[in-house]
C-alpha cells in the first residue's frame, strides 16, 4: 500500500515536473496560436490539470498554492498576468477558507495572534493590488521573478525554530493577549506560547500584505518566517495563522481585483477546483513521499518560474 | 468535534469556535455556488456575455482591454450582468470573498460582550477595511 503511494507521489512530481517543462517549451508557439488553433477549452482544461498537480505538489512541499501557482501559470499560459493574480488571489483564499476551520477550531491557529496583523496586511493588500493593476505588466513581472527567486533563497537559507525562546513577551503582545495554549499532537504535550518584537511585525506585515496584493502569491511564505522566527510563535502555531491569516489578507486584495474585472471565471474556477482535489491528493500522500525530494521539486519549479517571469519581464525571453 | 485535539480539551476560545463554525459554512455554500453556476457556464446552459471563442482571444490582453473589448465595466457594474453565465459564476466569488467580513461582524457581538475594547475596535476597523475593498470605489489601471 505504502508503495503504491510512493510511487503515486513520485508520479504527481514526475508529471508536475514534465508538465512544466513542456510548456516551457511548448508556450511560445502555443501562446501565439491560442485563438487560431487550439479550442476555447483547452487552456482552461490543461490549467485545470497543472493545478491539480500544483495542488498536491504544493501540500508534499509545505508551500501555498499560490506561490506555485502564479509564477508557472503567469509565466506558461497564455493568459494575460492580470487575469492570472486574481486567480492566485482567489486560489489562495480558497485554500485558506477551506483550512482555516479546522486550524481555529484545533486551536493551532489563534485569532488574537492574527487579527491585529492581518488588520495592517490586509489594508496594505488593497494598495499591493492597485499598485499591481497601475503598474506596467513587464515591471510587476519582472518584480514577480525576483521575488521568487528570492523565495527560493529564503527557502534555502531560513531556518526554522518549532519551539522559539520568548524569555518575555513584549509590552503590545501582552496587552492584546497574543499568546495562548496548544496541543502537540507530535510530543503529546500542551505548549505555552507568547510573543515578542510584536512592532517589527507588525511593519513588516505591511510589505507582506502589499508583496500578496501586487503578485496575488498568498503570502505564507514570509508570514511563517515572521511569525515564527521573528515573533517568536512555535511553528505549528505560525503555520497554522499564517494559514488562516491568508483568509483576511487575500479577501481584501481579491475584491479589488474582482471589482476592477481582473477575475474570469474560466481562469480562476478550474485553477480553484484543481488545486483543491490536487490538495486533497497530497495530504493522502503526504506521509508517504520523502519530504527532501518534494522539496527539492518544489525549489526546481520555482527556480524555473521564477526565471521565466524575470526574463519574461526584461524582455528575454518572450 | 474532529477537529479538537485527540486529548479531548478544547484549546480555542469562544469567539474562534464561533468565527470557525461561520467560515466552515460560509466556504461550503460558498464553494457549492461556485460550482453550480461555472458547470451552468462551461456546458452553455446559461448565455455568457463574452463567448467561449471571444474570451479565448481577449485573455491574453491586459484587463483594460479587456473590459473596453467587452463593453464591461469596473466596480459593481458586473450585478447589472449577473444573470449571463460567466457574471453569474461572480455570485459564488462574492460570496467566498464576503465570508471573512460576515465572520467579523459574527464575533464583534462577543468582544462587546467581555468589554475587549481593543478587539472590538480591531475587528470593526477590519470590516471597514473590507467594506473599502469591497466597495469598488478604489479604482487603479494601467
Redesign the interface.
Known sequence: MSSRFRRLGAVALGAAGMALCGLACAEPAAAAATASTMPWWAWPAILFVVSFLLGIVAVLGGVGGGVLFVPIVGGFFPFHLDFVRGAGLMVALAGALAAGPGLLKSGMASLRLAMPLAVIASAAAIVGAMMGLALPAKVVQTALGATILGIVVLMFLAKKSEYPEVPQADALSTALRMNGIFYDVASGKEVDWKVHRTVKGLVLFIGIGIMAGMFGLGAGWANVPVLNLLMGAPLKVSVSTSKFMLSIVDTSAAWVYLNQGAVLAMITVPSLIGIMLGSLVGVRLLKKVSASMVRKTVIAMLLLAGSRALLKGLGIWN | MA?????G?????E???V???W??W??KI??VI??V??LG?LFGVTEPHVS??R???L?????RD??KATD?????T?LSLIGQG?YM??IG??F??A???VCYLRILPIFIAAKDK??TA??I??VL??V?????I?????
Open positions: 477537529d479538537m485535539p485527540d486529548n480539551k478544547q484549546y480555542a476560545s469567539e474562534q469556535l468565527y470557525a463554525h467560515l466552515d460560509g466556504m460558498g464553494f461556485l460550482v453556476t461555472f457556464y467561449h471563442e474570451l479565448a482571444e485573455w491574453s490582453h491586459p484587463v479587456y473590459l464591461t465595466h469596473t466596480g459593481w458586473w460567466d459564476n461572480f466569488i462574492a467566498l470573498s465570508v471573512t467580513a481593543v478587539f480591531i475587528a476597523l477590519e477595511v473590507l473599502l475593498a469591497a466597495s469598488g478604489l479604482v487603479s489601471g494601467h
